[in-house]
């Protein structure tokens, strides 16, 4: 019998094919390593074979299945550029799901893949939106006057949104990406500072650098560690780290065009406000990454109630780790819970809710203290950007036992 050969009516090269560019689109979407591997898993396996085996990571899936009286078929895809496209993600879910339950033809996979492929994209205008309200809502969060939102709304529509759109189309590279954006951006916001425009030049950096800080590969990284996929997590987290990075150069390269003794350390402002504006930035870091309107409601309400634990512990506990890590917790338990009552994936709440708490602030006082030879200022930031990172991913762990045991033990009874 040829490879090529259908077995019982099924061609399992073009299954194979098929189930592949779903896992790709998956991956390219925003969905973790770990369930872009399992639902290639359990399509793969609804069929008639004998073995399967897949590897995925965020640049390359691979996988080899020998149909039941067949022969050992092998195919590979290279995954070139991730990124957010949270409204194909949860319908490439669905439609995983609805391949494990129906076995559906060759055909029928492809035309129903086609039609998620082809929805319509979403509207110019909710871009702006989102990348508003995400940059601005964290600016006012880090203690912005309405002179300061004003000239962020500016520099987000124009620099962030709008050329931001038309470099996207030609620049590959990430670290190339924001540090440009983050350059352009950052150099906008101190000049018209140096103009008379805007009061709090650094608050207003600190919002827009938080629309181009990816909570995507860092939560998703720890979450591969946490199952034991340690190369796709390093990967992940790595070039999260690299986009950081970018963005410092882009922001220290502006700062040093433009003398120092404008910046200074954020104030908080009142409770409420950090609440409201955190559930809003939330919320439109969730459209930003193309999540539904209802998706990104509720991920506005984790953000909010995310920050809500963060204050909380911080007012009775005084320890910064300990109430990241609260956080953290609420948002990993939170996204499971949501992931059950919308049947989408549990990272679309993950990594939008989780925003309030990135170290976003740290980034840019870590290298002002750079650029300004603060060394003092950028070893207490560095220090701080690292206990931060080691809280979330203790607050993750956390829920991730727990619900491991409570899973386990449901399946028992």
């Known amino acids: 019998m040829r490879i090529s050969e259908p077995i019982c009516g099924m061609d399992y090269e073009l299954l194979l094919n098929e189930i592949l560019?779903?896992?790709?689109?998956?991956?390219?979407?925003?969905?973790?390593?770990?369930?872009?591997?399992?639902?290639?898993?359990?399509?793969?396996?609804?069929?008639?074979?004998?073995?399967?085996?897949?590897?995925?990571?965020?640049?390359?899936?691979?996988?080899?299945?020998?149909?039941?009286?067949?022969?050992?078929?092998?195919?590979?895809?290279?995954?070139?550029?991730?990124?957010?496209?949270?409204?194909?993600?949860?319908?490439?879910?669905?439609?995983?799901?609805?391949?494990?339950?129906?076995?559906?033809?060759?055909?029928?996979?492809?035309?129903?893949?086609?039609?998620?492929?082809?929805?319509?994209?979403?509207?110019?205008?909710?871009?702006?939106?989102?990348?508003?309200?995400?940059?601005?809502?964290?600016?006012?969060?880090?203690?912005?006057?309405?002179?300061?939102t004003i000239v962020g709304i500016l520099i987000c529509a124009l620099i962030e949104v709008y050329f931001g759109s038309m470099l996207e189309k030609k620049e590959q590279n990430l670290v190339v990406y924001n540090i440009i954006i983050a350059f352009l951006s950052s150099a906008a916001v101190f000049l018209v500072a140096k103009l008379g425009l805007g009061h709090h030049p650094d608050r207003i950096v600190l919002g827009l650098n938080m629309v181009l800080i990816s909570g995507l590969g860092v939560t998703n990284g720890i979450r591969d560690i946490l199952n034991r996929a340690y190369l796709s997590g390093i990967l992940n987290v790595a070039n999260a780290c690299l986009g950081a990075i970018a963005i410092a150069c882009g922001t220290g390269l502006a700062m040093v065009l433009f003398e120092g003794d404008m910046y200074e350390m954020y104030i908080a402002p009142s409770i409420i406000v950090q609440l409201v504006t955190c559930g809003v930035a939330s919320m439109g870091f969730a459209m930003m990454f193309k999540a539904s309107v209802l998706h990104s409601v509720y991920a506005g309400i984790g953000g909010l109630i995310n920050c809500g634990c963060y204050l909380l512990v911080q007012h009775f506990n005084g320890n910064s780790f300990t109430a990241v890590m609260a956080g953290a917790t609420f948002v990993a338990a939170y996204a499971y819970a949501m992931s059950r009552f919308h049947k989408a994936p549990s990272t679309i709440f993950l990594t939008t809710a989780i925003m309030p708490v990135i170290p976003g602030a740290t980034l840019f006082y870590m290298m002002h203290g750079v650029v300004q030879a603060d060394y003092a200022l950028a070893k207490q930031q560095t220090i701080l950007l690292g206990q931060t990172c080691i809280a979330i991913a203790f607050g993750f762990l956390l829920v991730e036992i727990a619900t491991r045991y409570v899973g386990e033990r449901m399946k028992a009874l």
Request: aromatic residues 10%.
């Open 21 to 148: 560019n779903i896992g790709k689109e998956m991956v390219k979407s925003g969905a973790e390593t770990d369930r872009a591997e399992d639902s290639i898993y359990r399509m793969i396996e609804s069929y008639d074979v004998e073995q399967c085996s897949v590897f995925v990571i965020q640049s390359n899936i691979q996988a080899t299945i020998r149909p039941t009286g067949g022969h050992y078929i092998t195919q590979v895809r290279r995954v070139h550029r991730t990124g957010f496209h949270y409204d194909r993600l949860d319908y490439l879910n669905n439609l995983s799901r609805y391949i494990c339950r129906n076995t559906p033809s060759v055909e029928e996979i492809r035309e129903k893949y086609e039609e998620v492929m082809n929805r319509k994209p979403q509207p110019m205008y909710q871009k702006y939106l989102s990348a508003i309200l995400g940059g601005v809502g964290f600016g006012v969060y880090f203690g912005c006057d309405l002179a300061d």
